[in-house]
């Protein structure tokens, strides 16, 4: 191996360990300032993705692929959140072994609570250390990289609804 190739190797290692140790520290400090008084952390994650669906509503396959849970995870939380009336499952009418999960109205008004709390916090800590020209760098940045890994030979991409461009709403 070349010294340029294990060079650009180092740099890729190096900042991935930077990313990595970051978004650790970060989601950490989230998680601790999470409002969590009606829904958790891992509830507010399946109450965002689905915000972001048309219809506020996907199949389970497809809200497990945008989570980091396992499919007995999701399965779980999702049925905590059905007994709590924040979202309902329906028959998929495409495919009889599918499930739709959809985030009620109730649910809905849950998540955009928490949202509004959760977001004042987001802003504060991701903001404390960076400009908002840093802020917008980093967005681009982090959009690039995940849509390069998405679309590399041997990787599955992510269907994703919402459009690339536009933040996630929160």
Known sequence: MSDSRRSEKATAVAAWESLFRAQVTVMRSLNADFPGGEISFNEYDVCFNLSTQPGRRCRMRDLTGHLLLTQPSVSRLVDRLLARGIVEKQPDPSD???????????GFDVYRQ?????AASIAQQVGAGLSDAELRTLTELCTKLRLAVGTAPGRRPVART???S???PV
């Open 166 to 168: 536009d933040p996630a």
């Open 96 to 106: 009889a072994r599918g499930v739709i999960v959809a985030l009620t109205p109730h």
């Open 162 to 164: 919402v459009s690339e």
């Open 114 to 118: 928490v949202a509004v709390q959760h």
